[in-house]
């Protein structure tokens, strides 16, 4: 997919992208959230950025723990899901300090060094251009920053994958199918394929400049986080 076709496809979904992603994920997304926000290892007045936001689950956690004293930029290009962010903060949580950016991950519209901590949640898989994408969020970060990324993968072992496909096909494409939405899920199972392996996204974080990557698999290998550190 070209970037419109992403923006467009993310944008027609936007009113339904919380109940199909917590579908996807067996509610188990909520967890791995919290796991990702852990690693980056946030503390009260730091300033965090979180790439490809989406409805804004993972900012509103990171401005928790940045607290009042803190700040929280979260960055989508999908504007229709950047206004769900929007209210929701309002909503949630009125007193944080978050500020909601249209705004593409591979040109993102911040100062070299400007972040203490960062996370992505399922969006570096859909972006076009991954090793630019690293780029950039090294860039952005200071020195001795982290980073969280998560995203679903494809498992190694078969029977996981029978799985995996069982769900999406079974499960996730027929709920998104009643929304009228069934072509923007069916696109998922592709983009798994195409997605680097965890080891591979390790070469390309380090290829990104970042000192250290690790990338912790979860859910049998269908999850996985990339913890990233700038030296």
């Known amino acids: 997919m070209k970037d419109e076709q992403i923006k467009q496809l993310f944008n ?3 009113p339904e992208y919380d109940r199909l992603n917590n579908t996807l994920s067996l509610g188990l997304h ?3 959230k919290l796991m990702a926000v852990k690693w980056t290892e946030v503390k009260p007045g730091d300033v965090g950025l979180d790439v490809c936001c989406g ?3 993972l900012a509103l956690l990171l401005a928790k723990q940045v607290g009042i004293t803190g700040k929280v930029v979260g960055v989508d290009f999908a504007e229709d899901l950047l206004e769900i962010a929007r209210q929701r903060s309002i909503t949630q949580s009125p007193r944080l300090n978050i500020s909601w950016i249209a705004a593409d991950a591979l040109a993102l519209p911040f100062a070299n060094c400007t972040f203490d901590c960062a996370t992505m949640g399922y969006g570096l898989r859909n972006v076009t251009d991954i090793p630019r994408c ?7 970060l200071k020195s001795g920053a982290k980073a969280a990324i998560l995203d679903f993968h494809r498992p190694s072992q078969l029977i996981f994958q029978q799985f995996q496909q069982w769900y999406l096909d079974k499960i996730v494409v027929p709920s998104a199918e009643k929304l009228g939405l069934r ?3 069916a696109y998922i199972a592709p983009s798994l394929e195409r997605f680097p ?3 591979e996204q390790v070469k390309l974080a380090r290829q990104a ?3 250290q990557a690790t990338h912790y698999k979860l859910a049998a290998g269908m999850m996985g986080i990339l913890v990233l550190k700038k030296a």
């Open 209 to 211: 400049g970042f000192a």
């Open 197 to 199: 392996l965890g080891s």
């Open 12 to 14: 027609r979904i936007a």
């Open 183 to 185: 072509d923007d899920y």
């Open 55 to 57: 409805s804004g689950d």
């Open 30 to 32: 909520r967890v791995w």
């Open 134 to 140: 690293l780029s950039e969020l090294h860039r952005v």
